[in-house]
């Protein structure tokens, strides 16, 4: 029946791999020429997961192991602990102002990249993306090197009785700065690809740019957005070097989840400052998991 | 297709609000990234260039500087190896859990720095779960060198893999079959077909890791000891010498590493421009 003799075969010796190592099939390796031999394949992926284990998954699983190390009483005492509840609290107002700021900002710097051809776009685009290559710490150090007693606007500051530096502002800042980039880098590639010929269809049927923007832009990239969201969220409530530059570390008042962890770690309260760092780890594995979702939605609507 | 031809030969700029919306981006732009990050070079001009160099020069930040660059590169290598097997394995073979460990790469960049930092420090100590395991064999992690390494492999490797990944997948298979059709061994296949097309890539990967861990700070300092001219590392020292209230010394610090980061960044965006013309030529 068969008309190639070689492909059978290869299927037949695929079959006894297959019933011999259960456990590790080859993947699309039916042709000849790109099957690596077993012993290569058991080798690798030995080496990977081995590589994988030890330097990321036991990591992740010992945060939540340190954490409930003392019980479950304990573990819901050392986060409703009031410093904790503070700590917390004042994450989530810096994340919610940096997302806001950085979908409304990042959404207008994506639509003038992607929607209009003009010089000096490619530059645009790298300082977008600048906060990426610069130091937590710096990113939080340019902040005191404006706002601080000693910073440029250090005088007018402290004569008009408006602190920014160990405050929430400053804190909001270094938060925002970090954050810059992840709406508009996700935004730019799904927008260029989409062109602006559904743009130009709405505005030749009389609709005005923002009720274009609103009804056939936004629908159009509404998943990236939200993708965007999510890193922007995930980094702006992890956010350690920046935010501990400009916080002051006032216990209650201005100091974030990862900045009372560390003082709770330096206080030798291992169990405790596991048990916040487990919320954080547990916000990390629920982004990764939306992730997951939300990049099967993004590649659909690229068709 | 028809609506793409229709598009060429029309006029680009029907949409409205580009001045609005390029002010604004640029505005915002200025205001939080521009302007502060100009703050640092001016705070840096009010230095003298004496002055400058001995702040840089001495033995203190150059032991710290010298730490930082070099155990990053050191990650960056170990990522670029480990990195390359962990995306052969994912892309190539099929194995019980595989789309959990193709997850699992992500970890780095979603876990906080401060998290990282104390769950690797606890688990490297001496009475921790691997710490203990190495003690009897003479070896220490954690408060060494070698600690502030295995922290800098953790926040490196998803860069090295997220970049190679879409180049391996997208590699076309007709590529291997004919090569080795025309009589070419597996290895052979590898080191002329594959690996060339991966260069570019790999070498992103490798300076996108690079250019993290440099500036790493969170995982670095709990399992670090930062002890000075030992494990003392360069954004560690920026800290403590505005705690000092030295901002002349932290301002100069802070523009050696910036310096370095942007010419990182250059070479970045020339590897990755190099990487999408060989991707365009296939």
Do not use: C
Not at chain 1, 5 to 13: A, D, H, L, N, R
Not at chain 2, 150 to 173: K, M, N, S, W, Y
Not at chain 2, 209 to 236: D, K, M, Q
């Amino acid at each position: 029946m068969s008309f190639n003799p070689v492909i059978q075969s290869q299927e037949t010796v695929d079959l006894l791999a297959t019933s011999f190592a259960p456990a590790l099939v080859m993947h699309r390796s039916r042709r000849d020429g790109r099957a690596d031999p077993l012993w290569l394949q058991w080798t690798l992926t030995g080496v990977a997961l081995f590589f994988l284990t030890i330097f990321i998954v036991i990591p992740l699983v010992n945060v939540f192991a340190q954490a409930l190390a003392k019980g479950v009483a304990a573990y819901v005492a050392a986060i409703s602990h009031p410093d904790a509840l503070a700590a917390i609290w004042l994450t989530v107002v810096a994340a919610v102002v940096a997302v806001v700021l950085n979908v409304v900002f990042g959404t207008i710097t994506a639509w003038a990249i992607t929607k209009y051809e003009f010089r000096g776009k490619s530059l645009l685009i790298s300082l977008v993306d600048l906060p990426f290559s610069v130091s937590p710490v710096i990113s939080g150090l340019v902040f005191i090197l404006l706002f601080g007693a000693q910073g440029y606007f250090g005088p007018w500051l402290q004569d008009n009785d408006i602190k920014i530096v160990f405050a929430v502002p400053g804190i909001i800042l270094a938060t925002v700065f970090v954050t810059f980039p992840f709406v508009a880098r996700e935004l730019i590639p799904l927008m260029r690809e989409q062109g602006i010929q559904d743009e130009e269809a709405a505005l030749s049927l009389g609709a005005s740019g923002l009720r274009t923007f609103f009804r056939v832009t936004l629908p159009n990239v509404k998943w990236a957005l939200l993708y965007g969201v999510l890193l922007t969220n995930a980094r702006a409530m992890g956010e350690f070097g920046a935010v501990s530059v400009v916080s002051g570390h006032i216990r209650g008042e201005t100091n974030t989840m990862p900045l009372h962890i560390e003082i709770l770690y330096n206080e030798y309260q291992f169990m405790a400052a596991f048990a916040v760092a487990s919320l954080l780890a547990f916000l990390a594995l629920v982004t990764l998991v939306a992730k997951v979702v939300l990049e099967k939605r993004i590649a659909r609507t690229t068709r | 297709m028809v609506s793409g031809i229709l598009l060429l030969r029309r006029q680009p700029s029907v949409v409205p609000g580009f001045g609005i919306t390029l002010g604004v981006s640029l505005t915002w732009l200025s205001l939080i990234i521009l302007i502060p990050l100009a703050a640092l070079f001016l705070k840096t001009t009010e230095l003298s260039f004496e002055r400058f160099v001995a702040i840089v020069t001495s033995p203190r930040t150059l032991h710290a500087l010298e730490l930082s660059f070099g155990l990053a590169l050191a990650a960056a290598a170990t990522n670029l190896v480990f990195g390359l097997i962990a995306v052969w394995v994912l892309v190539r073979y099929e194995f019980p859990a595989r789309r959990m460990f193709d997850a699992v790469i992500d970890i780095p960049f979603a876990l906080p720095t401060a998290v990282a930092g104390i769950a690797l420090t606890n688990l490297y100590a001496e009475n921790g779960w691997i710490g203990s395991l190495l003690a009897p064999l003479g070896i220490k992690v954690a408060f060494t060198q070698l600690g502030i390494f295995v922290a800098l492999v953790f926040i490196g490797l998803p860069f090295v893999v997220r970049t190679v990944q879409p180049v391996l997948q997208d590699l076309e298979a007709e590529l291997e079959e004919v090569a080795a059709t025309l009589g070419a061994s597996r290895w052979t296949t590898i080191r002329r077909v594959i690996f060339p097309t991966l260069v570019p890539a790999l070498l992103t990967g490798f300076a996108l890791a690079f250019a993290r861990a440099v500036g790493e700070y969170g995982s670095v300092i709990f399992i670090a000891g930062n002890l000075p001219n030992v494990s003392e590392i360069a954004p560690l020292l920026i800290i403590i010498r505005l705690e000092e209230f030295r901002y002349a010394d932290a301002t100069a610090i802070a523009a050696v590493m910036l310096v370095a980061s942007f010419i990182l960044l250059l070479i970045i965006n020339l590897l990755q421009r190099w990487s999408e013309r060989r991707a365009g030529k296939r």
